[in-house]
């Protein structure tokens, strides 16, 4: 079995997020709205690995027309269920990028979101990925994504290297299993930039939390791009 088809069949087992996460809200509040005025005219919007739709229910809230992609029928079924308004702007993507098209939209997409979704990617299925949805941009289309850094000592302490700049992570605590995970850890900045080199840099940030004293803080970079 693949690395792609393992992480498929771990995401099956379903996400179950009614709310939406920190990430999402903030870079709306904080950088969309303030700094691009993007809301209200239905601009086109792409959130990638968007489990059971919370980030795309609240996007279409606040004006775009919002579609949302994963890997998981499971959260793509849920999602459709608990938002059946925009039911059909959820889709089941294939795990390995060279079997999609596009995500979400062809052409003219105006915002691109990847929340803690693209780093399930070796680095030659990421190329891949990412040039897809940078294709389907327009030009001024804003990208942004989050990306697990070396700093999440719990989940890079407890992983070792595969191929192609993914390693694979195992451990088990009190709340959580992890087996046969297969991810990619971002070292530093240049680092995040690097991989988002087809788009010119405007916010670099990160963001963890630390609730448990037996549990990691979930270290994450953020990148904020725009496509010249």
């Known amino acids: 079995m693949s690395y792609l088809d393992q992480n498929k069949e771990y995401w099956q087992k379903g996400y179950n997020a009614a709310n939406v996460d920190h990430p999402v809200f903030r870079f709306y509040g904080r950088i969309l709205k303030p700094q ?28 775009f027309h919002a579609s949302g992609v994963d890997i ?47 780093y399930y990617f070796s680095d ?3 190329e891949v990925c990412i040039e897809k ?32 700049g993914l390693r694979v992570v195992n451990f088990k605590n009190d709340r959580l299993e992890v087996k046969n995970y297969y991810m990619s850890f971002i070292k530093d900045e240049s680092h ?21 004293n037996d549990e990691g803080d979930g270290f994450h970079f953020t990148f904020c791009g725009m496509k010249a």
């Open 124 to 126: 030659s299925d990421f």
């Open 36 to 63: 691009f005025q993007m809301g209200g005219n239905y601009e086109k919007l792409v959130d990638f690995g968007c489990g059971t739709g919370s980030a795309v229910n609240f996007f279409t809230m606040h004006g």
């Open 72 to 118: 998981s029928e499971t959260d793509i079924t849920t999602a459709k269920i608990r938002y059946p308004h925009i039911a059909n702007n959820f889709f089941i993507c294939d795990p390995d990028p060279r079997n999609n098209n596009y995500y979400g939209f062809a052409e003219n997409v105006a915002v691109v979101t990847a929340i803690q979704s693209l």
């Open 133 to 164: 949805l940078y294709r389907s941009m327009r030009t001024g289309g804003i990208f942004f994504a989050s990306m697990m850094g070396q700093n999440s000592k719990e989940f890079y302490d407890n992983s070792q290297e595969y191929k192609d």
């Open 192 to 212: 995040l930039k690097s991989k988002f080199r087809m788009f010119e840099p405007i916010h670099i940030g990160y963001y963890c939390a630390k609730f448990r």
